[in-house]
Structures are given as C-alpha cells and as structure tokens.
C-alpha cells in the first residue's frame, strides 16, 4: 500500500542533547558523559568482563558498573568518567571547536 503522506525531516545538530532542547551547558556536559560511557562499555564489552569483573578491575562496585553499562548518565560525573577511562590506558583528546 502506498501512501501520499509527507514526511517531514529536520537535520539534527552534532548534539543530540541540544536537539532535545537541553541548555548549551548542560547539553555539552551530557554528550561528553555520554561519549565516555560509550567508550567504557565498549571496553568492558572487548574484555568479555562480567560486571563484577568489571567492578574490581575499576574498583567500583558490580550496581555501579550495572549503572555504567545501561548508560546512566545521570550517576557518573565527567571526572569520574575520566578518571576510569585512564585506568583503561586509552587516551583522551579534547578539541575546542570554534563556532
């Protein structure tokens, strides 16, 4: 069945956060959590790591860890995040972009 409707589709920002009408600050702080959240997952996911293997080797705890992998933000701070990732031995590179 065909249909005549018109779908309408805006482009998005490179920020996901700021589509969804989150202050520039905040929306900033959010990406950049969730970037190294992602980051995180990904390597305890390579590691084949249970979440309990997970939390000793970043000496946090197993429902921390389960707050790390389904992407709560909201429970992790960038510093906290930052400091994890360099107990990983992967790098870090922040590029300031100008407008």
């Given amino acids: ?4 409707e018109k779908i309408e589709v805006t482009k998005g920002s490179d920020n996901v ?3 969804l009408g989150f202050s520039p600050t905040e929306a900033m702080n959010l990406k950049i959590r969730a970037d190294l959240i ?3 997952r990904s390597f305890i ?3 084949g790591w249970t979440q309990q293997e997970a939390a000793q ?3 946090e705890t197993q429902p921390r860890i389960s707050n ?3 992407g709560d933000i909201s429970r992790f701070s960038v510093d906290k995040l930052l400091n994890m990732v360099v107990k ?3 790098k ?3 590029e300031i972009l100008s407008n």
């Fill in 17 to 19: 956060f700021e589509d």
């Fill in 1 to 4: 069945m065909l249909t005549t």
């Fill in 68 to 70: 790390l992998m389904n």
């Fill in 92 to 94: 870090v590179k922040l």
């Fill in 45 to 47: 996911l390579e590691k």
């Fill in 57 to 59: 080797f970043f000496d």
């Fill in 88 to 90: 990983t031995g992967l």
């Fill in 38 to 40: 992602i980051e995180l």
